[in-house]
Nanobody, 124 residues
């Protein structure tokens, strides 16, 4: 059994910051690719940032470059530091993982494991 649990979401002012965490439990062998995705109401789910455990490379959506930073705190925790938050960042944020290689553009269906999400609301 593999579980991903996100935390750190909430409401924040425009221009503020939040840090999301993804804690992984269970068999994490081969979890070389992990990432953050988000979905706003009425919109499709999109990739925000990826972390490649093979070489520690990171990838970001153009909309968050320079503002978001994905990192690995330890073997079982993935972080997403979000700065200068905008109203457009409001969404449900999900952590996901897959066993295998990592590359930007991988279809969402290639990520086998998903958390239940944590809500981020900007503009309070």
């Amino acid at each position: 059994q593999v579980d991903l649990v996100e935390s750190g979401g909430g409401s924040v002012q425009v221009g503020g910051s939040l840090r999301l965490s993804c804690e992984v439990s269970g068999n994490t062998a081969g979890f070389y690719c992990m990432g953050w995705f988000r979905q706003a109401p009425g919109e499709g789910r999109e990739a925000v940032a990826l972390f490649d455990g093979a070489d520690d490379a990171t990838y970001y959506a153009d909309s968050v470059k320079g503002r978001f930073t994905v990192s690995k705190r330890d073997a079982k925790n993935l972080l997403l530091q979000m700065n200068t938050l905008q109203v457009q960042d409001t969404a449900m944020y999900y952590c996901a993982a897959r066993r295998g290689f990592c590359s930007w553009g991988l279809p969402l269906t290639e990520f086998t494991y998903w958390g239940q999400g944590t809500q981020v609301t900007v503009g309070v």
